[in-house]
């Protein structure tokens, strides 16, 4: 006879990671990507104007690749929580 087991439910270990599916982590990664290269071509006309503004455009830019990158690479909680951090900071300077 079988034996059929209830899965374990609400139970977390601290050692577990927040993985996304494949197709959640590509476009997450992929839009930080898009926005960061946007960030880093829009380097030299905001240069023009301020070299404070070019290099916060430089700056924007390469974190969010980096940050893309790394969502994609490693999968966890933390690379989530700083792209929100960062890209709702730029909306927010944006908007400002």
Same mark, same amino acid.
Request: net charge negative; hydrophobic share 60%.
């Given at each position: 006879?079988?034996?059929?087991?209830?899965?374990?439910?609400?139970?977390?270990?601290?050692?577990?990671?927040?993985?996304?599916?494949?197709?959640?982590?590509? !476009?997450?990664?992929?839009?930080?990507?898009?926005?960061?290269?946007?960030?880093?071509?829009?380097?030299?006309?905001?240069?023009?104007?301020?070299?404070?503004?070019?290099?916060?455009?430089?700056?924007?830019?390469? !974190?969010?690749?980096?940050?893309?990158?790394?969502?994609?690479?490693?999968?966890?909680?933390?690379? !989530?929580?700083?792209? !929100?951090?960062?890209?709702?900071?730029?909306?927010?300077?944006?908007?400002?």
């Amino acid at each position: 006879m079988a034996t059929i087991h209830a899965p374990a439910q609400g139970i977390a270990r601290a050692e577990d990671h927040t993985e996304f599916a494949i197709s959640i982590r590509l !476009l997450l990664a992929g839009l930080s990507a898009a926005a960061g290269a946007i960030h880093l071509v829009m380097v030299g006309s905001h240069a023009e104007a301020s070299a404070l503004d070019g290099l916060q455009f430089a700056a924007a830019g390469w !974190l969010q690749l980096g940050l893309a990158f790394w969502l994609f690479a490693r999968p966890t909680r933390l690379p !989530l929580v700083l792209n !929100l951090v960062l890209n709702l900071g730029l909306i927010g300077a944006w908007a400002v």
